[in-house]
């Protein structure tokens, strides 16, 4: 089954939000495989936007990622990674549909609150930077009831 790295931002903890976006994301059927709340450091955040590095921003997104405690996930569903992302909404909360996380809780986009993965490949190698001890292994009673 497909994992997505959802990780809820300094901002989104910080606001108390995150037992909204973990609700969000339970409630849609996804399944919790990790779960923990860290403060990174710069080295560490480098590393996980390290396909930004070239843009303007990106001094300003590791010292925002490393300004407090965020929380780390790993869930797990069909589509997870692409349906997490529409769960999340666009980049730029200006442009997230009411109704996404970006678009009913953020207004600037260096404050936007949280991040998923984008892709299968990108999901695998966060998880692994995240999570080097591996997701939880367990399966909810409720699948019967939420795939057909
Ligand atoms: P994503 O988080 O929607 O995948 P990316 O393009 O991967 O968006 O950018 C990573 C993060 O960098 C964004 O979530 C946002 O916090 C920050 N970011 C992106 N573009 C800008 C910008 O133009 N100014 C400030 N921060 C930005
Ligand atoms: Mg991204």
Same mark, same amino acid.
């Given at each position: ?10 901002? *989104?903890?910080?606001?108390?939000? =995150?037992?909204? @976006? @973990? ?16 403060? =990174?450091?710069?080295?560490? $955040? ?15 997104? +590791? ?6 405690? +965020?929380?780390?996930?790993? !869930?797990?569903?069909?589509?997870? =990674?692409?349906? *997490?992302?529409?769960?999340? *909404? ?6 997230? $549909? ?6 009913? /809780?953020? @207004?600037? &986009? ?8 984008? $892709? +299968? ?5 966060? &998880?692994?930077? !995240? /999570?080097?001890?591996?997701? $939880? ?8 009831? &939420?795939?057909?």
């Amino acid at each position: 089954m497909e994992q997505t790295f959802i990780m809820i931002k300094p901002d *989104g903890v910080q606001r108390g939000l =995150v037992g909204e @976006i @973990i609700g969000r994301f339970e409630k849609k059927g996804f399944s919790l495989k990790g779960l923990k709340l860290l403060t =990174v450091d710069k080295a560490f $955040a480098e590393k996980h936007y390290s396909d930004l590095s070239s843009k303007p921003f990106f001094n300003g997104l +590791v010292e925002y990622i490393i300004s407090g405690p +965020v929380v780390a996930m790993v !869930w797990e569903g069909k589509n997870v =990674v692409t349906t *997490g992302r529409k769960i999340i *909404g666009a980049t730029n909360p200006a442009e997230s $549909a009411p109704g996404t996380i970006r678009g009913d /809780f953020a @207004i600037d &986009i260096g404050r936007n609150v949280i991040h998923g993965s984008d $892709a +299968v490949e990108s999901a695998r190698k966060e &998880i692994g930077l !995240w /999570f080097p001890e591996g997701a $939880a292994n367990w399966s909810s009673s409720l699948h019967p009831w &939420i795939y057909e």
